[in-house]
């Protein structure tokens, strides 16, 4: 492979270093991942995604894929260290993250502080305006959501599964329909037979950004009926002028309600039916760091067969 300092590896070795695909450390749309530890003297633990759904396209189409999602280097992208492309058998091994997930961190027992839950916001927003405008090839994520940002040991966040999609085949999604993504986190656009844009990205973090603020899920079924669907009820907060509402007994939020109040209207522009009234990612970045003031924003209209 030109260009790139992947390594090559076969599924015998692969399978060496999981120990016969011994740990998982989770699934999702496109694969299963696995722990497994590289022997360069000091034990280097990696992460093998075998993808289950690689596309049949050919060789060349996968090797071109894998390259440009090679050539990224970004510090809040998860980094591709090798890949296995034998026949059926696809896999990529990413390098390590030992904090694990953003859902884990952001939903478990305990409430995560706000600055490292607005550290994390401001990482993944850069990391998305990278894919989008700043590396080689355009790159859409197409499934932004807590699962798919990952944590290193410093919490900085790290987006992983970028540039899988087009490892997929159309017709082999989560979903029935060509959609790609994750209930809750799906732009309106993918029902409407709409263009697919880097605005899905933008909608899909809008929503993130919320659950950040909010330390929350989008959808909370336990939830009084109008805070069920949080992109709805922090759009209420923010008409009605009640968004301490949102972080209700989160001091360190509350004493920060300017940057709460922020947060809130850049994520409810992210999340905008129509996608040419969403920001780009790199106007996003720039309005969550005061380079570009935050106008209100209108009414998102409600989507809710998205959920």
Same mark, same amino acid.
């Given at each position: 492979? !030109? ?15 999981? &120990?016969?695909?011994? =740990? ?23 992460? *093998? ?9 050919? /060789? ?19 980094? %591709? ?10 896999? %990529? ?9 953003? +859902? ?15 550290? *994390? +916001? ?23 959501? !807590?699962?798919? *940002? ?6 900085? $966040? ?5 540039? #899988? $999609?087009?490892?997929?085949?159309? @017709? ?39 659950? %950040? ?6 959808? =909370?079924?336990?939830? &009084?009926?109008?805070?069920? *669907? ?9 008409? /009605?002028?009640?968004?301490?509402? #949102? ?49 209100? !924003?209108? @009414? ?8």
């Amino acid at each position: 492979m !030109p260009d790139m300092n992947l390594q090559s590896f076969t599924c015998k070795e692969l399978e060496h270093i999981t &120990e016969g695909f011994k =740990e998982e450390l989770g699934s999702g749309a496109f694969g299963t991942v696995y722990k497994g530890v590289l022997e360069f003297g000091n034990s280097r633990f990696v992460a *093998i995604k075998r993808l289950d759904k690689a596309s049949s396209d050919g /060789e060349q189409e996968f090797r071109s894929e894998v390259n440009s999602i090679g050539r990224t280097n970004h510090k809040n992208l998860v980094r %591709l260290l090798g890949f296995c492309n034998e026949g059926q058998h696809r896999l %990529l091994v990413y390098e390590y993250m030992s904090k694990g997930s953003l +859902a884990n961190f952001l939903f478990g027992d305990s409430r995560p502080n706000w600055h490292n839950r607005m550290q *994390i +916001a401001f990482g993944t927003a850069r990391g998305l305006f990278y894919l989008h405008e700043e590396c080689n090839t355009q790159i859409i994520h197409c499934d932004i959501k !807590p699962q798919n *940002i990952l944590l290193d040991d410093c919490l900085t $966040a790290r987006i992983s599964d970028f540039g #899988l $999609a087009k490892l997929l085949k159309t @017709d082999q999604t989560q979903t029935t329909t060509a959609i790609r993504g994750t209930k809750g986190y799906v732009a309106p656009e993918w029902f409407k037979n709409l263009p697919i844009t880097v605005k899905v990205d933008v909608y899909s973090f809008g929503i993130l950004l919320l659950e %950040l603020v909010c330390c929350r899920k989008n959808f =909370e079924v336990d939830a &009084e009926e109008d805070q069920m *669907i949080l992109s709805d009820y922090a759009y209420d907060c923010f008409r /009605e002028g009640n968004l301490d509402l #949102l972080v209700e007994k989160d001091e360190e939020a509350l004493i920060d309600m300017k940057r709460v109040k922020k947060f809130v209207m850049i994520a409810i522009w992210c999340i905008q039916e129509d996608p040419s009234l969403r920001p780009t990612m790199k106007k996003v970045t720039q309005m969550m760091e005061g380079a570009i003031e935050v106008s209100a !924003p209108p @009414d998102p209209i409600s989507f809710i067969s998205s959920i």
